[in-house]
C-alpha cells in the first residue's frame, strides 16, 4: 500500500533525518578531513629496482617463467630459491668458521651476482 506524501516523504515520520545540516557537516568534516594547505602533499614511496632488470645472460629464461606460471607462484619460488641459497651459504660459513658479517657478505654478494646474470630480472 503506497503511503501519501505527506506521511512518508520528506517530512514525515518515516525520515530518517535527525539534527541539523551544520552537525552533521562538522561530523563528516571530522570524519573526511583534507591535509592542511601547509603541508606537503604524500609522494609514493620509490620501488626497489634492479638496476640490471632485463639484463643478464639468465635474465630471458627468468621472464619466460614468470610469464608462465604467474607472477605470484614465480614469486613464492624464487623466494624459496633464494632462502635455500642462504642456508647453504650459512653452512658454508660455519663450515670454515667465517663469523657473521662475513657470512652477511656473502650473502650480498649472492644478490649482487644474482642481479648481474639476471636472476633477480
Known sequence: M???MSTAGIGG?????????SEDR???SKAFSLPAHGSRPLRPRPMMKNVNEGKGVFAPVVVLARNIIGRKRFNQLRGKAIALHSQVITEFCKTIGADGKQRQGLIRLAKK????LGFLA
Open 2 to 4: 503506497a503511503l501519501p
Open 13 to 21: 515520520h518515516f525520515s530518517s533525518f535527525h539534527g541539523s545540516w
Open 26 to 28: 562538522v561530523t563528516l
Open 113 to 116: 651476482n644474482g642481479e648481474k
